[in-house]
């Protein structure tokens, strides 16, 4: 196994976003809190998506440099969407969006690397596709989740006219 300084940033920047997104994704949300914990996620999130388009071990441009590509997109928008409140009507929900689909993106590599380097897990396409499927429909479950508690009565606090 061959890792270089790059590799061993990127493994580090990933290592700190997975518990960082698993905070923001499982705690509560709103106040300064949450901002400064996000605010670092997506900076950690960043830098792992930075440093892996610098990684070339399978020898040119390919899918996980287009996959970081697209969770620096997701980053942007979520950032966009909390910071401006953009869309006026449905900024929360393009916020979520962008986070849980970020943080999929970030165990889905996970989910990819021990696949590749785990020596019982190496060539096992089938289990790999599985955990993909599996992974892939608890997001959308917790993405269906986190809409409906953007609906307006459940944001509303305790004690609010209705």
């Known amino acids: ?3 270089t300084l790059i590799g061993w940033l990127h493994t580090l920047a990933c290592t700190y976003s997975l ?31 930075l440093s892996a388009l610098g990684i070339y071990q399978i ?32 900024w929360l929900r393009v916020h ?11 165990i889905g590599g996970l989910i990819n690397e021990l696949f590749s380097r785990v020596p019982g897990l190496i060539g096992k396409s089938n289990l790999l596709g599985l955990t993909q499927a599996v992974t892939l429909v608890v997001f959308l479950m ?10 307006a009565p459940s944001l509303q606090t305790r004690g609010s006219p209705q």
């Open 142 to 151: 917790m993405l269906s989740y986190f809409w409906g508690a953007t609906t």
């Open 96 to 106: 979520l969006s962008a986070i849980v689909f970020s943080y999929y993106q970030l």
């Open 1 to 3: 196994m061959n890792f």
């Open 59 to 90: 020898g040119s441009f390919n899918i996980f440099h287009v996959l970081a590509l697209c969770t620096l997109f997701s980053l942007a928008l979520a950032w966009f969407s909390a910071r401006r409140r953009l869309p006026r009507r449905h």
């Open 19 to 49: 518990l960082a997104g698993a905070r923001l994704l499982w705690g509560a949300k709103g106040g300064v809190a949450h901002r400064q914990a996000g605010r670092r996620y997506v900076y950690a999130m960043t830098f792992a998506s």
